[in-house]
Nanobody, 118 residues
Framework: VQLQASGGGSVQAGGSLRLSCAAS????????MGWFRQPPGKEREFVAA????????SYADSVKGRFTISIDNAKSTVYLQMNSLKPEDTAVYYC????????????WGQGTQVTVSS
């Protein structure tokens, strides 16, 4: 499985960005995809996740109400709509892929930088 992420950039506080991550390879409709981020000088942290059908989503408390994860299963592409961005959202964002909804993430994208200025 390969993951190709895009959509990062620089924005002022209060602005919006949309990240995309396309998965390619051989897998079945049992997968889960997620977004993680690594702020400067900190460890990687969970942001949001979604199952292949889009029915189940989960979010970190720090992004609830501001970020929305969605999926286009036909394209095997996951999106992260980020609104009301804050400087503390600055990080390298990574998408991740798990073969099953209950398995560990097995593949990671290359990371895309998001910078929010005050």
């Amino acid at each position: 499985v390969q993951l190709q992420a895009s959509g990062g950039g620089s924005v002022q506080a209060g602005g919006s960005l949309r990240l995309s991550c396309a998965a390619s390879g051989l897998f079945f409709n049992t997968y889960r995809m997620g977004w993680f981020r690594q702020p400067p000088g900190k460890e990687r942290e969970f942001v949001a996740a979604i199952v292949w059908s889009g029915i189940i989503t989960s979010y970190a408390d720090s992004v609830k109400g501001r970020f929305t994860i969605s999926i286009d299963n036909a394209k095997s592409t996951v999106y992260l709509q980020m609104n009301s961005l804050k400087p503390e959202d600055t990080a390298v964002y990574y998408c991740a892929f798990a073969f099953r909804t209950d398995s560990d993430y097995a593949y990671w994208g290359q990371g895309t930088q998001v910078t929010v200025s005050s």
